[in-house]
């Protein structure tokens, strides 16, 4: 069966249908057993008139007229339908109730052994059931259904009663009700589980058109996650993971598309340089060496960087974490950049990847005496949960609607590629460095003139 709401659905009715035939058993055997119970109360009770008379009577050596006249007057002071056989099964003695109620329709005649031979018999009235409709089995007018129990008639003594009147099969009219009320729950819950399971599993259907289309090439295709439940919570965590991953894919493709348009410009230089060498004087020809060494570099860093960023967006492993001292890596790159380093701290350690953090911080100090002259500095200090990695110049400062911008792949401020050079990669990847750190990083404006690029980075756990 493919359709998953085909198989809750009957799933469902099939419980239904097992909870239904279980009750309808049980009730059945609860019926079965009350009328067990009736019987053999009502064979006690005969049995118990049958020690009396037993006791009242003659013994069975008497004559049969003696015993005829004491089991008729027995009769006559109990008033029941009663009657007396000896061993060999031929009636002594009859009460006239016993005359009327053994013709009457439903007249059943039971019997108790009085121990020395002798049978008591009795006849029991049994009604019964009345036809659909409340006719009468019996001939005659039409007279209405008898409920309730069975009122004792004037000559009838005082041994009389339900045991006696009995209706017959007295589970049927409860069982036939029951059967009907089971059939109609059934109808009504199938028919209220069928929408309820539809709306579910169509949902799920909808969903797997959503990842059908999103796989199909639509990446902006997203799934209704409206609910509280789990079907909703998938729902969700699908829109979640296709967001990621068409950020990713779109990053991908600006990534690449840029480093195409980047890696033309040093390979168009490399191309002119190479092609007028041969033809160029010695002093031009010294002048063009040194062009393509510098092209070569550029290609060199600018191929590393794209690696780089291309494995920080995916996630891979650059290299292992394990505590790196912040004070120490600052005064290191310091020196090699030769700007002035302040630390405001004696101790400065996170947990992370050392090469990221030295390529973060290079990355900083680079675009600084790039872009914002010789006038550099650094400084560490301490902060709540951890520690500020401050790079400041003096140079033209950044925009306020560009300081975010400057931190995207390739984006770079207007006249700055002509004027210092660079493709765009240096901050976006000391962005990349930071947050996957569990840090951030920030462009802020310099008192005085310039900018103060900031590293945040969380301190180590103890």
Known sequence: MKSLYLRIYLTLVALLLAFA????????????QERGSVETAAGERLNAMAALLKLALPPVTASREDQAAAFSDWGQRLRMPLALDDADGRRIATTPMFLRRSDDVGAIIVSAHLGDGRTLAMVRTVRPPNPPGGASVASGPVSPPVTGPRPTRADEGPWAGPWLHRPVSPG??????????????????????????????????????????FGAGN????????????????????????????????????LLANASHEL???????????????????AQR????????????????????VLLASRLEAGSSVGDAHPVEL??????????????????????????????????????????????????????????GGFEYVVADR?????????ERIFEPFYRLPGHAEMA?????????VKQIAERHGGRVSCQPREGGGSRFVIFLPAAPA
Do not use: C
Request: glycine share 8%; proline share 4%; aromatic share 4%.
């Open 21 to 32: 035939f279980g009750s309808a058993w049980l009730f059945q055997r609860h019926i079965e």
């Open 172 to 213: 049927a009219p409860a069982v036939s009700t029951l059967a009907v009320v089971l059939v109609l729950l059934f109808i009504g819950v199938a028919a209220g589980a069928y929408p309820v399971v539809r709306r579910l599993t169509r949902r799920l259907e909808a969903l797997k058109r959503g990842v059908e289309q």
């Open 219 to 254: 990446l902006s295709h997203r799934v209704e996650d409206g609910g509280k439940d789990e079907v909703a919570a998938l729902a969700s965590s699908f829109n979640q993971a296709a967001d990621r991953i068409e950020t990713l894919l779109r990053s991908h493709q600006t």
């Open 264 to 282: 033309r410009s040093p390979l168009a230089r490399l191309k002119m340089a190479f092609a007028m060498f041969d033809d160029a004087a010695p």
């Open 286 to 305: 010294e002048r063009l060496a040194r062009e393509i060494d510098v092209n070569i570099a550029e290609l060199d860093a600018l191929v590393e960087e």
């Open 327 to 384: 004070l120490a890596l600052g005064a290191e790159e310091a020196a090699r950049a030769e700007v002035a380093f302040e630390p405001e701290t004696d101790t400065g350690r996170v947990h992370g990847q050392e090469r990221l953090l030295r390529r973060a911080l290079r990355n900083l100090l680079d675009n600084a005496r790039r872009y914002g002259g010789p006038e550099v500095e650094l400084a560490l200090r301490p902060v709540a």
């Open 395 to 403: 140079g033209p400062g950044v925009p306020v609607e560009q300081r």
């Open 421 to 429: 050079g660079g493709v765009g990669l240096g901050l976006s990847l």
